[in-house]
């Protein structure tokens, strides 16, 4: 199993920035892409930014440029910078990991973050 710590959640008023960060750890795993979802609730979850060391950073259609998610292969932790936050941004943001059993697994598992509340207000 590979365990999932997120942080950087909070409160934030229009055009206002905020950064998550998510940590994984576990044993005898090879990341395959790591990144953030959200959900609001009733919705459901839809891609924010996710990153993979061959195809590079892929956004939802939504971020518009207003997001950068980076990614420390080494100490296996991905960050969202987050700027420009509309109301419409208020959302659970969770963390997902897709990842393989050692380098030489064929078959590829994900895990959740539990989620961080973010909320855009005035």
């Known amino acids: 199993q590979v365990q999932l710590v997120e942080s950087g959640g909070g409160s934030v008023q229009p055009g206002g920035s905020l950064r998550l960060s998510c940590a994984a750890s576990?044993?005898?795993?090879?990341?395959?892409?790591m990144g953030w979802y959200r959900q609001v609730p009733g919705e459901r979850r839809e891609l924010v930014a996710t990153?993979?060391?061959?195809?590079?950073?892929t956004y939802g259609d939504f971020v518009k440029g207003r997001f950068t998610v980076s990614r420390d292969g080494a100490k296996n932790t991905v960050d969202l910078q987050m700027n420009s936050l509309e109301p419409e941004d208020t959302a659970v943001y969770y963390c997902?990991?897709?990842?393989?059993?050692?380098?030489?697994?064929?078959?590829?598992?994900?895990?959740w973050g539990q989620g961080t509340q973010v909320t855009v207000s005035s």
């Open positions: 576990g044993r005898d795993f090879d990341i395959t892409d």
């Open positions: 997902k990991v897709v990842y393989k059993i050692g380098a030489d697994g064929v078959r590829h598992f994900a895990e």
């Open positions: 990153i993979t060391g061959s195809a590079g950073a």
